[in-house]
């Protein structure tokens, strides 16, 4: 089911003569303000900016034209960052502005959605020169009257699945680790060497000397290239660039697909697409996160955590757990449960969570969830009986055996887990039985 989202701003986003007004909507406040002054990079901030609004009004599975959703644009300390969606959740964009292409003071911390409209959208295609670009992210006065109808407000659906994105990103992308990086040369050179955006297939990208090269097999070492026309969005950035770095998690001969994140960087920003396993898979029915909504266990360390929590660009694990007085790996648990609201991202980059607070509510992420949904029904039911490392679940008409493996990982005898061998993250028969089992180091 999808719902409503309402923008409201106080006037349109706009290139005027004296600089860059990006116009903010609700989020910590009313149309707040997080940033004046000047972006270094003019040029290739206006390129990232596109580019992470060109992703937010695309679908790149069975392209249609659905309204744009809005970027969200997060101020901390030392850094901007921009966000967005596909509108099939297949791919996830991110620029962020670093302290060297910043050059003034985040004024307000937080997270809300930034107005990129069609004329802008022109106006930023036309930004050139190396000039400092002066910007302001809010507005100069925030109270002003909008008696006279100025207020811009557009309501647009915001499909469930696009919010459960968001929740299961940053589980992916902290099992990531770099994989390659290239000079933006050979950057272009391998770009314009991929398939057509039509191109469905799965392929693999491997390192070889200077460049890269594709594979349709996966090997040590390869990054999983899925639907390589969604790349698209890159090109633009790729004349401002210096390298190319592509992250994803480790794999073999014969893995199946999975997600990778491919990032430009031209010392000023960081823009970057993560790309889902397959062009029809959307991040949001991946079920990385699921184990992390699932864990009551961990609910009372998300809230101690999360209360610590600051607007420091990278998230301290080792710092939060002093001040928590927690050991790391409850503090990861932690940062992983505050993710699926919202509440912290991922930066493949930095290889460390960052502070945001959605301008959604989050909460859908679990509620919405069909497998959460069920597998809660489940327990409550008392569907589950365990027996040591297996588990016997009964529903109205099937009876399930799931099992628990010596790496924490389940199956189980349903038709879900045949189909999808655990790809997928875990059936509602074994999330069910995660949710009743034992706490780690206690009697089974």
Same mark, same amino acid.
């Given at each position: 089911?999808?719902?409503?989202?309402?923008?409201?701003?106080?006037?349109?986003?706009?290139?005027?003569?004296?600089?860059?007004?990006?116009?903010?909507?609700?989020?910590?406040?009313?149309?707040?303000?997080?940033?004046?002054?000047?972006?270094?990079?003019?040029?290739?901030?206006?390129?990232?900016?596109?580019?992470?609004?060109?992703?937010?009004?695309?679908?790149?599975?069975?392209?249609?034209?659905?309204?744009?959703?809005?970027?969200?644009?997060?101020?901390?300390?030392?850094?901007?960052?921009?966000?967005?969606?596909?509108?099939?959740?297949?791919?996830?964009?991110?620029?962020?502005?670093?302290?060297?292409?910043?050059?003034?003071?985040?004024?307000?911390?937080?997270?809300?959605?930034?107005?990129?409209?069609?004329?802008?959208?022109?106006?930023?295609?036309?930004?050139?020169?190396?000039?400092?670009?002066?910007?302001?992210?809010?507005?100069?006065?925030?109270?002003?009257?909008?008696?006279?109808?100025?207020?811009?407000?557009?309501?647009?659906?915001?499909?469930?699945?696009?919010?459960?994105?968001?929740?299961?990103?940053?589980?992916?992308?902290?099992?990531?680790?770099?994989?390659?990086?290239?000079?933006?040369?050979?950057?272009?050179?391998?770009?314009?060497?991929?398939?057509?955006?039509?191109?469905?297939?799965?392929?693999?990208?491997?390192?070889?000397?200077?460049?890269?090269?594709?594979?349709?097999?996966?090997?040590?070492?390869?990054?999983?290239?899925?639907?390589?026309?969604?790349?698209?969005?890159?090109?633009?950035? $790729?004349?401002? %660039? !210096?390298? +190319?770095?592509?992250? *994803?998690?480790?794999? #073999?001969? &014969?893995?199946? =697909?999975?997600?990778? /994140?491919?990032?430009?960087?031209?010392?000023?920003?960081?823009?970057?697409?993560?790309?889902?396993?397959?062009?029809?898979?959307?991040?949001?029915?991946?079920?990385?996160?699921?184990?992390?909504?699932?864990?009551?266990?961990?609910?009372?360390?998300?809230?101690?955590?999360?209360?610590?929590?600051?607007?420091?660009?990278?998230?301290?694990?080792?710092?939060?757990?002093?001040?928590?007085?927690?050991?790391?790996?409850?503090?990861?648990?932690?940062?992983?449960?505050?993710?699926?609201?919202?509440?912290?991202?991922?930066?493949?980059?930095?290889?460390?969570?960052?502070?945001?607070?959605?301008?959604?509510?989050?909460?859908?992420?679990?509620?919405?969830?069909?497998? $959460?949904?069920? %597998? !809660?029904? +489940?327990?409550?039911? *008392?569907?589950?009986? #365990?027996? &040591?490392?297996? =588990?016997?679940?009964? /529903?109205?008409?099937?009876?399930?055996?799931?099992?628990?493996?010596?790496?924490?990982?389940?199956?189980?005898?349903?038709?879900?887990?045949?189909?999808?061998?655990?790809?997928?993250?875990?059936?509602?028969?074994?999330?069910?039985?995660?949710?009743?089992?034992?706490?780690?180091?206690?009697?089974?």
């Amino acid at each position: 089911m999808n719902a409503v989202q309402t923008y409201r701003y106080l006037q349109p986003s706009a290139l005027r003569a004296a600089g860059l007004d990006l116009q903010t909507c609700g989020g910590p406040a009313a149309n707040p303000r997080f940033f004046a002054g000047f972006l270094t990079a003019p040029a290739a901030s206006a390129a990232g900016l596109l580019a992470v609004a060109e992703v937010a009004r695309t679908r790149y599975h069975q392209p249609v034209n659905p309204a744009s959703l809005d970027p969200v644009v997060t101020g901390s300390r030392g850094r901007l960052r921009f966000e967005s969606f596909s509108g099939c959740c297949g791919v996830y964009a991110r620029m962020d502005v670093l302290p060297a292409g910043l050059d003034g003071e985040i004024s307000g911390h937080g997270t809300t959605n930034v107005d990129v409209n069609p004329p802008l959208r022109e106006a930023l295609a036309r930004v050139g020169g190396i000039e400092p670009l002066h910007v302001a992210v809010g507005p100069d006065d925030l109270t002003v009257s909008t008696m006279d109808g100025s207020m811009v407000e557009r309501k647009v659906p915001l499909p469930g699945r696009w919010l459960r994105g968001f929740a299961e990103v940053h589980v992916l992308t902290a099992g990531f680790e770099p994989r390659a990086e290239i000079a933006a040369a050979e950057a272009a050179a391998f770009l314009r060497r991929l398939p057509a955006a039509t191109d469905r297939s799965v392929l693999w990208a491997v390192p070889a000397g200077r460049t890269l090269r594709l594979t349709s097999r996966p090997v040590p070492g390869a990054v999983c290239l899925a639907g390589a026309g969604r790349l698209a969005a890159l090109r633009g950035v $790729l004349r401002h %660039a !210096r390298t +190319l770095r592509v992250y *994803g998690p480790a794999v #073999r001969a &014969g893995s199946p =697909a999975v997600p990778s /994140t491919w990032e430009l960087d031209t010392g000023a920003l960081r823009v970057s697409l993560t790309l889902s396993p397959e062009p029809y898979r959307g991040f949001s029915g991946e079920g990385a996160a699921l184990a992390a909504l699932a864990g009551d266990d961990v609910v009372d360390d998300a809230e101690l955590v999360g209360a610590l929590l600051d607007w420091d660009p990278a998230v301290d694990v080792a710092a939060l757990a002093d001040a928590a007085a927690l050991p790391d790996e409850r503090v990861r648990a932690a940062l992983a449960q505050l993710g699926t609201a919202g509440r912290v991202g991922y930066d493949v980059a930095d290889g460390a969570y960052f502070h945001r607070v959605m301008p959604y509510d989050a909460g859908r992420a679990e509620r919405d969830n069909p497998r $959460l949904v069920g %597998a !809660r029904a +489940l327990v409550e039911r *008392g569907a589950v009986e #365990r027996d &040591g490392e297996t =588990a016997t679940v009964r /529903t109205d008409a099937e009876t399930y055996r799931v099992r628990r493996h010596p790496d924490g990982a389940y199956s189980c005898s349903c038709r879900w887990w045949a189909r999808h061998r655990g790809q997928r993250g875990p059936c509602r028969h074994a999330l069910a039985v995660s949710m009743v089992a034992a706490p780690v180091g206690a009697p089974s």
